[in-house]
C-alpha cells in the first residue's frame, strides 16, 4: 500500500510524496515528485484552475492512476499531468471518471 500525500508549491506546482508501507504501518521507500497541472489536463477535466483543494484532489487521482499501473520507482521526478498520456493512453478518460465535479 502507498500513501500519497500533495503539497502545492504555488499556482499549478506540487510536491507529492509516495510513501510505501512495507506492512500495515511500517515504513518502506519514500518518493518525490514535482508536478505541474497543465492545461491540457485542465481543460480535459473542466478542472478550475484556481480551486486549490480540486487541484490536490487531480494530482492525488494521477497518483492513483499511476501506481495502479506502475510502481512508485518507475514515475518520471518531474513532470507534466498529461505527459501521462503519453505512456498511458487511458488517462485522460480514466481521469474524467475518477475527479469529482
Do not use: K, N, W
Not at 504501518?25 to 480551486?51: C, E, H, N
Not at 503519453?86 to 469529482?100: C, D, E, N, Q, S
Request: hydrophobic share 45%.
Amino acid at each position: 500500500m502507498s500513501v500519497i500525500l500533495v503539497e502545492p508549491r504555488g499556482g499549478r506546482d506540487f510536491d507529492v510524496t509516495v510513501a510505501e508501507e512495507t506492512a500495515p504501518g511500517v515504513p518502506g521507500l519514500s518518493f518525490q515528485y514535482q508536478v505541474r497541472v497543465d492545461d491540457v489536463v485542465l481543460a480535459a477535466t473542466a478542472t478550475d484552475p484556481a480551486d486549490g483543494p480540486a487541484l490536490i484532489a487531480l494530482v492525488r487521482a494521477s497518483f492513483e492512476y499511476l501506481l495502479a499501473r506502475e510502481p512508485a520507482g518507475s514515475i518520471l521526478p518531474s513532470f507534466e499531468l498529461s505527459t501521462i498520456g503519453r505512456y498511458f493512453p487511458t488517462y485522460p478518460a480514466a481521469l474524467a471518471h475518477r475527479v469529482p465535479r
